[in-house]
C-alpha cells in the first residue's frame, strides 16, 4: 500500500523556536506531490506549502518550508519562529501524477498535534 | 459566493437509512475528493473524481456511492448508514495536480 507516516502524534515547541514535523511515505511513482495542510481547533484544513518530485530546490512559504529527501522519501515540514497561532493539527499528504494509474489519488499521512508553548 | 461549500454542516440520521451530503464548487475544478476524518485515522480517502463522469475509489469506499454528472458537483451517497459511518466528511477540489486542494468546512455526520 502506498502509504503516508506521521510518527509524532503529538508534540510541543517553545514560542519562537523552531519544529521539524516529519513526513515519510511509500511510493513506487517517480512524479508526484507532497503537500502539507494544517487543521486547527475550528477544522478547517489550510494549505501550507507544496513540493514538487522533479523540483530541485525544497520549497518555502514564509515561515514553512520543507525539508524534501526524495532517496529517503522523506518531507518534513518546518516551521520556523513558532507563534501560539501554529498550534493545531498538521497533515502531510502525497498526490499522484497525470500517466499513473490512479490520477489525482491526494492521500494524507495521520497527522501531528503541534502545542506551542508561551 | 465563489468557493467549495459542503450541506447540510450537520446531520442526524439513524442507521439504515440512506443519507446524501452535497458539495458544491464555483471553481470548475477538474479534481473532487472526499475524505471522513476520525480520531487516530487522520483523513481517509473515499472516492475522488478526475472529471466529470469519470470517479474512482480511494482508501475506504465501501458503503458510499458517488456520482459526478456536472463538474461543480460531487455529492456523497451513504445507502445504508451505518454506526460505524459516524464522522466528519470533508469534501475538496483542485485545479491541477500540482496545486493544493481546497476543502469544505466539513459535515458531521451521525448515525445512531
Known amino acids: 500500500a502506498q502509504k503516508i507516516t506521521q510518527t509524532q502524534p503529538g508534540m510541543f515547541v517553545q514560542e519562537k523556536e523552531a519544529v521539524t514535523l516529519d513526513c515519510t511515505y511509500d511510493t513506487s511513482d517517480q512524479s508526484y506531490g507532497l503537500f502539507w495542510y494544517k487543521q486547527p481547533s475550528s477544522g478547517e484544513m489550510i494549505f501550507l506549502i507544496y513540493q514538487g518530485s522533479y523540483d530541485e530546490q525544497n520549497a518555502t512559504e514564509g515561515r514553512y518550508s520543507l525539508n524534501f529527501q526524495k532517496a529517503r522519501k522523506s518531507a518534513n515540514l518546518v516551521i520556523s519562529a513558532s507563534q501560539l497561532g501554529d498550534s493545531a493539527m498538521y497533515f502531510c499528504?502525497?498526490?499522484?501524477?497525470?500517466?499513473?494509474?490512479?490520477?489525482?489519488?491526494?492521500?494524507f499521512g495521520q497527522g501531528t498535534t503541534l502545542q506551542v508553548k508561551p | 459566493d465563489a468557493g467549495i461549500t459542503q450541506s447540510p454542516r450537520y446531520k442526524i440520521t439513524e442507521t439504515g437509512r440512506q443519507v446524501t451530503l452535497m458539495c458544491h464548487q464555483t471553481?470548475?475544478?477538474?479534481?473532487m475528493f472526499w475524505y471522513r476524518q476520525d480520531l487516530g485515522h487522520g483523513l481517509r480517502l473515499i472516492y475522488y473524481s478526475a472529471a466529470a463522469d469519470i470517479t474512482d475509489k480511494g482508501e475506504v469506499p465501501d458503503g458510499y456511492v458517488v456520482s459526478r454528472s456536472k463538474t461543480e458537483n460531487f455529492p456523497l451517497t451513504l445507502e445504508s448508514a451505518t454506526r460505524s459511518q459516524t464522522s466528519v466528511y470533508f469534501c475538496?477540489?483542485?485545479?491541477?495536480?500540482?496545486?493544493?486542494?481546497?476543502f469544505g468546512q466539513g459535515t458531521r455526520l451521525t448515525v445512531v
Open positions: 475538496a477540489s483542485s485545479s491541477s495536480l500540482n496545486t493544493e486542494a481546497f
Open positions: 499528504a502525497r498526490l499522484r501524477p497525470h500517466g499513473s494509474s490512479n490520477t489525482g489519488k491526494l492521500i
Open positions: 471553481w470548475s475544478h477538474s479534481y
